[in-house]
């Protein structure tokens, strides 16, 4: 083993698709990281849901696994931060912590029919003007409220106080705690459709609305806080303090040093998710975008602007799983590659529904323009830009909102950072920078969703001593300048936004 003093960082990043685990010393060097994939379910269309047990258990073979690849001890760890697939709800018994069901994913849209009638009671305003998001099958809420009709005796145990609901945060918080701990931050409350984002607590009123016991949920806390201790794992040592929670897209700002208003990023994961800085405004969009909660720390909440595409590098996977386009999803860049262009084909990867700015869970994907001439690396090209054309509707219904808001800097985005496994992609980034018509900065550290709860709970046990410290580390690894000619970008785009309207439509 390593001989290092005691000032590592463990960060568990629990995605969508597997876990990641990374460890983070002192002088900010990732020492090792590694991932464990989990079983996606999917018991009738448009459903999706996680087994809990398979969740603790990637990040627990993950841990270990980052562990033995840096050569260190989990005794050396000062700090544990987690940051998680937001929306997707959990709910447990109080006394075992079973789950009453496997978990529902923020991609699953079972409960469009309840959304629908919200929508037609009259509630969408107010649920807009407390929360800043939409009533839209992607957030906790309704997927709550579904559990506890749902599930057999479900409602008689959330209102007697003995079920606890939480975002996967919540659950692994109160697993490594040994029970002890029901909590959350203020990130991952502002995604459930039940925190006012001017106060950050629990709302009355919506719970009301959607039928939720306020005992279900978990104590709001500020992102500085030590959430928890470790306590009676088989992998972690007690007592190491957990210093961080902190949503996958908020976290990947903070890992982008994203920490001034108007500062950008976009991670290109299982979906796409563009975030921008507000300070301390919430910026209320008319263009279809959400006023979210980015982190508070001693006290003061600092807000974000975001955008999200419901499928993003999953349509890579769709190509191998679904299409065989592909044998491996590292090919597709090779595949797109070998063609000048799309040969005029576009391809809408609304495999879920099309989420921000269009919000339109019954729009279906669609590849159109196909001719005799297309081949599988046009479609596998028209994926890839159906990906950057999805993230350029949303800065440019962003750019719009900035526009229309007296407290917001009008030509604020200038550089847009990107993270996540798709941003190595360099086609696609070269494609996105074209259109958005600024440029797309990759950083050396591309697992910055990992990176941003490492250094959020460095910086709460005091590993770290300011933002400025972490700015300063911060390293560019690629800069992708506009290069497509202005009728080109705009003839791309009319093109897309015919697509669109298809596929909305059917």
């Known amino acids: 083993m390593n001989k290092i003093e005691k000032g590592v960082i463990l960060a568990i990043d629990q995605g969508t698709t597997g876990s990641k685990a990374l460890l983070l010393d002192s002088n900010l060097v990732v020492l090792a990281e590694a991932s464990r994939e989990f079983p996606q379910h999917f018991p009738e269309p448009g459903q999706v849901e996680h087994d809990l047990d398979e969740i603790y258990q990637s990040v627990r073979e993950s841990t270990m696994a980052a562990l033995e690849a840096a050569g260190i001890e989990a005794s050396t760890i000062a700090a544990v931060g987690i940051t998680n697939q937001r929306e997707t709800t959990a709910i447990w018994q109080a006394d075992d912590g079973r789950p009453i069901h496997r978990a529902i994913v923020w991609q699953d849209r079972r409960t469009a029919e309840m959304c629908r009638e919200l929508k037609e009671a009259g509630h969408e305003e107010l649920f807009r003007k407390k929360t800043g998001l939409v009533l839209d099958p992607y957030f906790s809420g309704t997927k709550i409220a579904w559990l506890l009709d749902k599930v057999e005796g479900a409602r008689a145990l959330a209102e007697a106080g003995e079920l606890r609901f939480g975002t996967i945060d919540t659950y692994l918080c109160w697993l490594l705690s040994g029970a002890e701990a029901h909590v959350t931050d203020i990130s991952n409350a502002s995604r459930t459709l039940l925190m006012d984002l001017d106060s950050g607590k629990w709302d009355e009123e919506l719970l009301g609305i959607l039928g939720i016991p306020s005992t279900l949920l978990p104590e709001i806390r500020d992102n500085d806080s030590v ?6 794992l088989d992998f972690l040592p007690d007592g190491i303090p957990v210093g961080a929670l902190i949503g996958d897209q908020q976290s990947a700002l903070f890992g982008q040093t994203c920490f001034e208003t108007g ?13 921008l800085n507000t300070g301390e405004s919430i910026i209320r969009s008319d263009s279809g975008l959400l006023s979210t909660a980015a982190w508070r720390t001693g006290g003061e909440t600092t807000y974000a602007l975001e955008g999200s595409a419901f499928i993003a590098g999953a349509i890579v996977q769709w190509l191998r799983d679904g299409l065989g386009l592909i044998k491996d999803s590292s090919e597709i860049e090779g595949l797109a590659r070998s063609v000048e262009d799309s040969g005029g084909v576009v391809f809408v990867p609304a495999l879920a529904g099309l989420g921000a700015p269009h919000w339109d869970p019954q729009a279906r994907g669609m590849i159109a323009g196909l001719t005799r001439g297309s081949t599988a690396a046009h479609i596998g090209r028209a994926a890839l830009e159906g990906v950057a054309f999805q993230m350029n509707d949303i800065l440019t219904a962003m750019r719009k909102d900035l526009q229309e808001d007296e407290t917001s800097s009008k030509d604020s985005i200038r550089e847009l950072k990107v993270d996540g496994g798709a941003s ?13 018509g600024c440029d797309a900065v990759r950083p050396a550290i591309t697992s910055t969703t990992a990176l941003g709860a490492a250094l959020q709970a460095g910086l709460t046990v005091g590993i770290f001593n300011s933002l400025q410290q972490i700015r300063e580390t911060w390293r560019e690894d690629r800069r992708f300048s506009p290069e497509m000619d202005a009728s080109k970008v ?5 093109r897309w936004e015919a697509a669109v309207r298809q596929a909305r439509t059917g």
């Open 227 to 232: 959430f928890a201790r470790t306590s009676g």
């Open 263 to 275: 500062e950008a990023k976009c991670t290109y994961g299982t979906g796409g998710f563009l975030m």
């Open 424 to 436: 190595n992609n360099d086609l696609l980034m070269q494609f996105q920078a074209d259109l958005l």
């Open 490 to 494: 705009n003839e791309n785009t009319a």
